[in-house]
């Protein structure tokens, strides 16, 4: 069967469920209300809670949701085949996956943006608080782990991979001082990140195609390119956990958010 006619079928199963069972949901089960006032209005310390446009929190959500995903995914389809780990993700995402995230925002958004152990702890208990933050810690923990080690072992075996993604950082940093604090249309500097990130894979991959200077230029960067690659797996580990951090203490309109929507 065609890869296009499976990803074109399930865009319209999800689009059917978003508008019959996500509107249920939305308006019987968690009686959404756009008048209620949001926590990054009620806020608004300009670090964790921000009010920001429609268009990069989307971004932001969809890039963050997937999660242990993209890992996860191939490994269930290697062990059941294609078919039980292509249901698994449609009919997983709709009833359980979504709902879950869903009502995870949800009840964050009514509580002040606290996150669920917090909401736990102010609902019951403080044992139960310190269960979910310790419960969280250690899922983390596992996330960093295994992206850390995959996305480096990635940069190992594929060299011309690495300049690209960390010249997304300062791409998004520059749409995100661009958008939040100057504001303006999100067209135009989504259609030139877009092309500056296209350019520099091309950029990484050593400028292929072009000759003389350029081709001088290639050379270079295949050579910054091996060096890179010599890196043992526990050096990008490190670094890629620094980033982390880094990203993490920065306001989030800083890096992440912008980040994720490009």
């Not at 939305?26 to 209005?41: A, C, E, M």
């Not at 929190?57 to 995903?69: L, R, W």
């Not at 780990?85 to 869903?102: P, Q, R, T, Y």
């Not at 950029?203 to 350029?214: D, E, F, Q, R, V």
Request: with cysteine; hydrophobic share 55%.
């Amino acid at each position: 069967m065609s890869t296009l006619v499976i990803a074109f079928g399930a865009l319209v199963l999800y689009l059917i469920a978003y508008h019959t069972y996500g509107r249920w949901l939305g308006r019987k089960i968690f009686k959404l209300d756009g008048n209620n006032v949001t926590p990054s209005v009620e806020i608004n310390d300009d670090q964790d809670y921000v009010p920001t446009s429609r268009g990069i929190v989307f971004g932001h959500h969809f890039t963050s949701i997937a999660g242990t995903g993209p890992i996860v995914g191939p490994a269930l389809a290697i062990m059941w085949g294609w078919v039980p780990a292509l249901l698994w993700v449609l009919f997983g995402s709709i009833f359980i996956g979504a709902v879950h995230d869903f009502g995870a925002l949800v009840v964050s958004m009514r509580n002040r943006g606290m996150t669920v152990g917090e909401v736990a702890g102010r609902l019951l208990n403080k044992r139960v608080r310190l269960l979910f933050l310790v419960l969280l810690l250690f899922a983390l923990w596992v996330v960093l782990a295994i992206f850390g080690w995959v996305i480096a072992s990635v940069f190992v075996q594929f060299p011309e991979s690495i300049l690209p993604v960390f010249l997304q950082i300062p791409i998004a940093i520059w749409i995100g001082v661009k958008v939040h604090r100057k504001g303006g249309n999100l067209l135009w500097p989504s259609i030139i990140a877009l092309t500056l990130m296209y350019a520099t894979v091309w950029l990484g991959a050593g400028c292929p195609g072009i000759t003389s200077t350029g081709g001088a230029l290639g050379g270079t960067i295949q050579a910054i390119n091996a060096t890179l690659a010599a890196w043992p797996i526990w050096a990008w580990v490190a670094v890629l956990l620094a980033y982390c951090y880094a990203a993490s203490v920065m306001p989030v309109w800083v890096l992440l958010q912008p980040r994720d929507y490009i």
